[in-house]
C-alpha cells in the first residue's frame, strides 16, 4: 500500500512541475514573444550591415522608424502578420501606403534572396530582443 502511496506523490509532483506555469521564458532564448527563435549569429551580423545600407535611412538605425519611415519593432511587423516574405516583397516591389502616413516605400533594388533572409534575421533578432512597440504607438 505505501508504495501505492508514494506513486501518488510523485504523479503529484510531475503534474505540479511539468504542467505549472504558463509560456516558459527561457533566459537563454530570451522573448518567446510570437516563438520568434534566436536567430544565426552570423546571418544577423550580416544582415546588420546590408538593413543599415538600405532600409536605416527610413526604418532607424536601431529600428525604430525615423520621419520618414514607420518602426520595426511596432507590433504591425510581428512574424504573424508580417512573415519573412513580407520583408523580401516590399524590398522588391516597393509598399503602398496602407498603415502609417509616410508615404509609398519605393522598391530596394540589388538585394538578392540571400541578402533577404539576412535583414530577416537582423530584424526577427532584433524585436526577440526588445519586443514589439504597440499600435498605434503610444
Ligand atoms: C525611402 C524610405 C524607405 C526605405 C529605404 C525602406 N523602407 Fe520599408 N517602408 C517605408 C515606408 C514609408 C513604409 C510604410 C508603408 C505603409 O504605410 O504601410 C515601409 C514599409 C515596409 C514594410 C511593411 C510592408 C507591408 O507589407 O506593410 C516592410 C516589411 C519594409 N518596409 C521593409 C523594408 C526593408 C527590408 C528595407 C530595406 C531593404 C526597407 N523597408 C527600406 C519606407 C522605406
Redesign the pocket.
Known amino acids: 500500500m505505501w508504495i501505492l502511496g508514494i506513486g501518488a506523490v510523485v504523479v503529484v509532483v510531475l503534474i505540479v512541475v511539468v504542467g505549472g506555469g504558463s509560456a516558459p521564458q527561457d533566459p537563454m532564448t530570451g522573448s518567446s514573444e510570437f516563438g520568434i527563435a534566436v536567430q544565426d549569429p552570423v546571418l544577423v551580423a550580416e544582415g546588420d550591415v ?2 543599415q545600407a ?2 536605416a ?3 532607424g538605425s536601431d529600428l525604430r522608424g525615423t520621419g ?3 518602426s ?1 519593432l511596432s507590433i ?2 510581428n512574424p504573424d502578420h ?1 512573415g519573412d516574405g ?2 523580401a ?3 522588391l516591389n516597393g ?12 522598391p ?1 533594388p540589388g ?1 538578392s534572396q540571400d541578402d ?1 533572409d539576412r ?1 530577416v534575421a537582423f ?1 526577427r533578432e532584433i524585436q526577440r530582443i526588445e519586443g514589439f512597440e504597440p499600435y498605434p504607438p503610444g
Open positions: 546590408l538593413y538600405n532600409c535611412a527610413c526604418h520618414i519611415g514607420p520595426h504591425l511587423y508580417h513580407a520583408f516583397l516590399a524590398a509598399v503602398r501606403s496602407h498603415h502609417w502616413d509616410f508615404g509609398d516605400m519605393a530596394v538585394l533577404m535583414i530584424v
